[in-house]
């Protein structure tokens, strides 16, 4: 039987050679080695499609619900206020510096141990499934999504970001609109054509000022923000076109087709969704997962940041060492202790766990 004490160095050891790995979404094949030989050094039989990397635990008993622990592997660029080189990792005292140290890769080798070490149970009443996955951080099409229909059904998740350990029980959506108000062109200084300027306006005012019926008591309600406008290209000419671009922000009160179906509805400017897959996420509070944390006395909130947990139908919950203010920084940083207390908290939150089969409504 695996220790937690040898599994924590050892997860910290592989920590400092994915922060040294560079890792960019879309190019994370170095990493996805890594993590694969690290699995299949461990006896466990690796599956591997492009870089996504996963294993199956193989001491459920039969019938046993599907429990998924994810987290991913792939970074974003690092920004030019970096002092330090982003890929030498760096121990300062209690600091782990490097780049995707706090964001996820924490999380990940956190995970990773405690699946090796749960795995290795006479028996588990869950079937424990680890996916550690690419192209996160731009949500791309080759990341957790495209594995998804090979794994199966998943009756429950737990993604692995930076929460403090906190328990992350709601997660905001996303929808980005591309809008186009149509008008006719003419001279400014007749009274000719149709302004689409002043069709989007009324548009741009609608999106201001309406508010969806149901808000979260977690995240809040539905927002909606106009970021970006462009018309016209002479001063002269009334503009027959005009676009604009809204963020929209969901809550888990509404799929992210319900909200596009409502605003296409009292808009009169076309809207375009860039993608509508990114939806909000949640998990009841009397999931026997959220009540285990509540036991081990973890706090609970709705987080405004999006992760891969928009990729999952399942009841899921983000939860992993690390603080989210941190991610995306100049000189990102871990504490060893964060990581030294994750896993510990993760086996006692999973061992012995009984979750309920997950029936989509």
Sequence with gaps: MPS???????????LKRLIATPSLSKAEDKTADLIAQYLADKGFHV????HNVWVKATNAVEGAPVLLLNSHHDTVKPNKGWVRDPFAPTVEGDQLFGL???DAGASAVSLI?????????ESMPVQLVLAITAEEENSGVNGIRSILPVLGKIDCAIVGEPTAMELAIAEKGLLVLDVTAKG?????AREEGVNALYLAMDDIQWFRNYQFEHASDFLGPVKMSVTQIQAGYQH???PD???FVVDVRTNECYSNAQVLETIRTHVNADVQPRSTHLNSSKIALNHPLIQRGIQLERPYYGSPTMSDQAMLSCPSLKMGPGMSARSHTPDEFIML???EAAIPLYIKLLSGLEIPHWHQD
Excluded: M, P
């Design 4 to 14: 937690v004490t040898n599994l924590t160095a050892e997860a910290i050891d592989l």
């Design 47 to 50: 599956q591997r499609q492009q």
């Design 100 to 102: 995707g140290s706090n």
């Design 113 to 121: 141990a405690t699946f090796c070490y749960l795995a290795k149970q």
């Design 184 to 188: 006719k062109a003419g001279h400014a």
């Design 236 to 238: 002269n000419v009334v």
């Design 241 to 243: 076109e005009c676009k």
């Design 337 to 339: 202790s964060e990581i």
